[in-house]
């Protein structure tokens, strides 16, 4: 829980910034996201810029996946801020992702094709390619998630 509670403080004091690339489930509005590790952005590709402007953040999340679960093989790692995302399935994904929940939020279970699951300071793993999810409605402060997950093939 050490860790959890560090890398929580980490992300309250990061200025996360408006993606636009996300904003067709998020209500047609950029929600406050952003990515870690490697990504392909048209011709862009290689690490993020927000994993080279906060390398310790993402060390710090490599190592909590690795201490959980050590086997689980990622190439990125979406970090979102207050994110309520409308009903979908993940484009680019493959196979299962893992999921955790961070913040002084209150409910905002994520809601995978009618099951509420509970994911604050609890990793949830699941293939959100294949299944429809959706976040509920949270109240009472700042709700942080990582989705660590392997992207399709370059």
Do not use: Q
Not at 49 to 56: E, Q, R
Not at 93 to 121: A, M, Q, R, V
Not at 131 to 137: A, M, R, S
């Amino acid at each position: 829980m050490e860790k959890i509670n560090e890398i929580t403080e980490s992300l309250k004091k990061i200025k996360f910034t408006r993606s636009s690339r996300r904003k067709s489930i998020n209500n047609n509005k950029p929600p406050l996201s952003m990515i870690m590790g490697f990504r392909k952005w048209y011709g862009d590709f290689g690490l993020s810029a927000a994993s080279k402007k906060y390398p310790l953040v993402y060390e710090k999340l490599k190592e909590l996946m690795k201490e959980f679960d050590p086997e689980f093989e990622f190439t990125t790692i979406t970090l979102n801020k207050n994110f309520k995302c409308e009903p979908h399935k993940d484009g680019k994904n493959i196979g299962d992702s893992y999921i955790i929940g961070l913040g002084d939020y209150d409910d905002g279970e994520l809601n995978i094709e009618g099951e509420k699951i509970n994911i604050k300071n609890k990793f949830y793993k699941f293939n959100g390619s294949e299944k429809t999810h959706f976040v509920e409605d949270w109240k009472n402060g700042d709700r942080f998630t990582l989705v660590f997950y392997k992207r399709e093939k370059w």
